[in-house]
Structure formats: structure tokens, C-alpha cells
């Protein structure tokens, strides 16, 4: 297959130990060397040389296909191939020895002997890792709108300094200086926001049956399985807890609710919601600041004008543009639309919420999988499981007074229920 060792990829040639050089030395005295399985190898010619002969070549063959295919997918073609060979170990043609690259995968976590498989599972290769994470962070997912912080531990505290610029008292302040004045002095007024993880589970049994196609199983556990967890996370960002998943922007003490106006239909928008609710959203949060609405409420936006004095839509002031190619989803106010399930119901606190998605604080920690072919054995199915880490919460948690006297701020603002 190779007319020098120094041709085999750097797999094998870990595996394969020697040089044309070595092996052309005795025979007899490599022999005497060499050990397979604690065994010293058996003399030339015997039926044990050419069964350990064989094996060698085999693990060669093995290394050849790791170092070919790719170091990041650890030999696998895809992550379907990766997950049957998981499942094929388990067969009884194997005679209990798993694929060499399952082996050569084993995290640090896995058992002294690699031929027990049920002390720990294989690690999926992380190259595959690497794709769900990336169908969880697509381009057009909330988490990247908010400030993302990554983390290695299962929490994360920030300084944070929520004095206003126009306060008077605490924290950095200025003064106009006269001349031979002596200087004031001012320091920051710091808090800390701590923000602990919460774990997200997703635990996929696959069949043996499913296990078999191995596009099937891209398609359930690699596409699917992201869905929910990036769907699960947009939730919990809109309208989480807090406890045991992040604290979302409706229970936070800082978000606006809007009252409902006098009379107003039960579950309706109307403009004169809109334009309230932008108006006690910080004036530094509106050029950045996202409408979140109901899916069902498109149907009341795609309407919403303002009439002039006398009534006359037709010379009234639109408040919603249709999708462009910036704002695919359409606009309010000049602000971008994101349609979510995960919003209330129209006519519900949450149906629509308006705020700067910078100002809300999350903390991710890195996707962990595991694949185990033994949690139910008795019922030939395989499990894959997905564990993410992530915490988040608003910046802040109280309103931001006005300096002369007008309405108190936020950063994020709702309606009140219409019913």
C-alpha cells in the first residue's frame, strides 16, 4: 500500500511504530521487542504472526481513513455515519470491539479499557458539536441581537454602572469649573450582575430502525434537535422566569407596561399603543431597539396608519413599512419587525414588545453532546443528548427616572392585557 513508512499519514504511522530502516533488521530480534495485547509477537510463520499481521494492517488501514477524511470529524463522513457507527457497536458481530475511530474519540472522562463501551459513551467528534451549535446561532437568531457573553464556568458577573448621564448625585458626576476654584472630586458607583447558567436538555431517542439510514439521522437529530433548543433559548429571552432558565424581558421590573387605551377593542393593537410604547422606551434604545410581536399580529400591523385630525386615512402618516430587504418582516416607526412563537397571544402582555436587545445580558456556555448506546439496550434504541448552558437577564431591573420631571424610562416596553 506504501512503498516507505514515512508515506503513511501521521495516524498510521503512530500505529505502524517503524521505518523500512527497522524493518530490515532481524526479524527475529524485532519479534522478541515488539508486544501485542502484553504478548511478545510470535515467531515467523505461525499461524498467531499472521493473525497479528492482519490486525496491524487493519489499524493501519483504520489510521489511513482518520487522517484522510479529517482531524475535526475524528474519520467520520458525517454525523449520520458517526451516530450508526455508535449504534453498530453495540452488535454482536463486533465481539464487543468498537470502531478504532469511536477509540480514537474517547474523551477524557471515558475508561482505562477502550473495550467498554457502557462505562462511558463516545464523544461526538467536534467537528459535528460545531454544527449544531452553528444551526443554534444562525444569523437570524435572538441571542446574537442581545449582548452575548460566552463563558467556561456555569456563571458570569459584570460590573455594571446604571447611573444616567443627566444624574445628579452618585457616581462620575461633572462640574463647571471657575477659575482658582478648587476641583470636585466624583467616583463610579458600581453594582455587579451576576448571571448563573441554566441547563437546557434535549435527550433524542433514535430507534435501530431509524439508526439504519443514515440520512434520517442528520436530518432528526442535526436539524431538528437545534430547532428546539434555539427556540426553547428565544422563549426564555422573551418571557423566561428566571429560576431554573434565564430571566426574560417580561419579568423584568425595568420593562414599560403600556396601559391599554379607553375603550380599546379586546385583543387589538392600535397606533396609539405603538407610539406609547416607543415614547417610554429610552431615546438611546430606539435607533437600536427591535419590535417582537406575535406571528398573529401582522395582520393589525400591516394596517396601522395614523389618521390626520379629520380622519382621513388616506392623508395620514404610516406607522408600519412593508418587508424590505433589510427588514424582511416589515417595520414600525423605522424599527424592525421579528415575528416569534414565542410572544404572547394578541391581546395578552408580551403580544408585542419594543426595546433595545443590546440591553439584555446573556452568558452561553458551549454545547456538551453524548451519544449512548446502553440507556436502553433492552429496547434497541440509541440515545443522543444535547446540553447547553446559558443564563441571561435585562441590564437592568428598575426604570430610569427622567431629570425634569417627565415619565421614568426603560430599555424594553409591552402592552398591558386587552380584554
Given amino acids: 500500500m506504501f ?17 523500512n530502516t527497522d524493518r530490515a ?15 511478545p509477537l510470535a515467531r515467523l510463520g505461525t499461524s498467531e504472526r499472521f493473525r497479528q499481521d492482519r490486525e496491524l494492517k487493519q489499524a493501519i488501514a483504520h489510521a489511513e481513513v482518520i487522517d484522510r477524511v479529517s482531524t475535526r470529524q475524528r474519520g467520520f463522513r458525517d454525523f449520520g455515519d458517526f451516530l450508526t457507527t455508535v449504534r453498530n457497536s453495540s452488535k454482536r458481530e463486533t465481539q464487543g470491539r468498537p470502531d478504532p475511530r469511536l477509540v480514537f474519540n474517547l474523551g477524557p472522562g471515558a475508561p482505562g479499557n477502550e473495550n467498554v463501551g457502557t462505562d462511558g459513551g463516545f464523544a461526538v467528534p ?24 460566552t463563558t467556561q464556568s456555569n456563571s458570569l458577573s459584570i460590573p455594571k454602572d446604571e447611573t444616567t448621564p443627566w444624574q445628579t448625585s452618585g457616581g462620575i458626576q461633572v462640574y463647571w469649573d471657575g477659575e482658582d476654584a478648587q476641583e470636585a472630586q466624583s467616583k463610579p458607583e458600581l453594582t455587579a450582575a451576576t448571571v ?69 377593542t379586546a385583543a387589538t393593537i392600535v397606533p396609539q399603543n405603538v407610539v406609547k410604547m416607543w415614547n417610554r422606551v429610552l431615546p438611546s434604545a430606539r435607533r437600536n431597539g427591535t419590535w417582537l410581536c406575535h406571528p398573529d399580529a401582522d395582520l393589525q400591523l400591516q394596517q396601522m396608519v395614523f389618521s390626520d385630525s379629520a380622519g382621513d386615512v388616506t392623508a395620514s402618516a404610516p406607522l408600519y413599512q412593508p418587508p424590505t430587504a433589510i427588514f424582511p418582516n416589515g417595520s414600525i416607526l423605522g424599527r424592525p419587525i421579528y415575528f416569534s412563537e414565542g410572544c404572547s397571544v394578541v391581546g395578552s402582555v408580551g403580544d408585542i414588545v419594543f426595546g433595545d436587545l443590546s440591553a439584555y445580558l446573556s452568558v452561553t456556555k458551549m454545547l456538551r453532546s453524548d451519544v ?13 443528548r444535547f446540553v447547553l448552558r446559558i443564563g441571561g437577564q435585562p441590564w437592568t431591573d428598575s426604570l430610569v427616572p427622567s431629570l425634569n420631571g417627565g415619565v421614568s424610562r426603560g430599555f424594553f416596553a409591552t402592552l398591558a392585557a386587552r380584554s
Fill in 3 to 19: 512503498n516507505h513508512a514515512s508515506e503513511l499519514p501521521a495516524g498510521a504511522r503512530a500505529l505502524y511504530g517503524s521505518t
Fill in 25 to 39: 533488521r532481524s526479524r527475529q530480534k524485532s519479534a522478541a521487542r515488539a508486544a501485542l495485547g502484553g504478548e
Fill in 126 to 149: 467536534p467537528s459535528f458539536v460545531g454544527e449544531v451549535v452553528r444551526k443554534i446561532l444562525q444569523t437570524n437568531s435572538l441571542l446574537l441581537a442581545t449582548d452575548a457573553r
Fill in 196 to 264: 448563573k447558567t441554566c441547563k437546557l436538555i434535549a435527550l433524542v431517542p433514535i430507534t435501530d430502525e431509524l439508526a439504519d439510514d443514515s440520512n434520517a439521522l442528520v436530518e432528526h437529530v442535526s436539524a431538528k434537535t437545534p430547532e428546539k433548543i434555539a427556540f426553547a433559548v428565544e422563549s426564555a429571552i422573551i418571557a423566561g422566569i428566571g429560576g431554573t432558565r434565564p430571566k426574560g424581558i417580561l419579568a423584568s421590573a425595568g420593562t414599560i407596561i403600556v396601559s391599554e387605551e379607553s375603550g380599546q
Fill in 372 to 384: 449512548s448506546i446502553h440507556l436502553w439496550f433492552d429496547y434497541n434504541v440509541t440515545a443522543y
